[in-house]
T-cell receptor, first 114, second 116 residues
């Protein structure tokens, strides 16, 4: 997978927007940027993914820079339940057939404070 | 739709024993992947199955094996358990439609295996 770099930890006040950055300077071709999160003792949860354009769903927004070398996940109104480890992943687009192999880094531990 | 279901939720085994973990994917999902999560190594890919065939395998010893049934349900087996096999084992499913790299994974909440 294209290597991604994330800050190890971030804090956010409840009700504020949480902006989680990710660098993926080696991204290439039609590789997508995916975000997952893992709340303690649960399995990772898919949040959002995108290719070039900004994406928004009921959980979050994803902003991808024009050169696609970095992106930001935005949780518009963070709650205490958003405290989790957030993973930015760029699965390889090598013409293969594998759907299920992802490389997880250490992610960003987001702590939302009251 | 029901999510990915993994059973059992917790398991305690003794060194040298073997263990079988079960995963039921989301209805209609044909790809099932397994991951091991430990505090030291993080989340690591074990293997992936599609249409009852192993399609991809991570860097784990042969003691770790799996299979997928015709209804897409999957099991993984670990033989001759070692203390280091204590981990959270996660299963994920994917619809496997369209392009592979544009298909999110949906994870279960895992089986917590403790080897004593």
């Amino acid at each position: 997978d294209a290597k991604t770099t994330q800050p190890p930890s971030m804090d956010c006040a409840e009700g504020r927007a949480a902006n989680l950055p990710c660098n993926h300077s080696t991204i290439s071709g039609n590789e997508y940027v995916y975000w997952y999160r893992q709340i303690h003792s649960q399995g990772p949860q898919y949040i959002i993914h995108g290719l070039k354009n900004n994406e928004t769903n009921e959980m979050a927004s994803l902003i991808i820079t024009e050169d696609r070398k970095s992106s930001t996940l935005i949780l518009p109104h963070a709650t205490l339940r958003d405290t989790a480890v957030y993973y930015c992943i760029v699965p390889p687009n090598a013409g293969g057939t594998s759907y299920g192999k992802l490389t997880f880094g250490q992610g960003t531990i987001l702590t939302v404070h009251p | 739709k029901a999510g990915v279901t993994q059973t059992p939720r917790y398991l305690i085994k003794t060194r040298g024993q073997q263990v079988t973990l079960s995963c039921s994917p989301i209805s209609g999902h044909r790809s099932v992947s397994w991951y091991q999560q430990t505090p030291g190594q993080g989340l690591q890919f074990l293997f992936e199955y599609f249409s009852e065939t192993q399609r991809n395998k991570g860097n784990f010893p042969g003691r770790f094996s799996g299979r997928q049934f015709s209804n897409s349900r999957s099991e993984m087996n670990v033989s001759t358990l070692e203390l280091g096999d204590s981990a959270l084992y996660l299963c994920a499913s994917s619809p496997s439609e369209g392009r592979p790299y544009n298909s999110p994974l949906h994870f279960g909440n895992g089986t917590r295996l403790t080897v004593t």
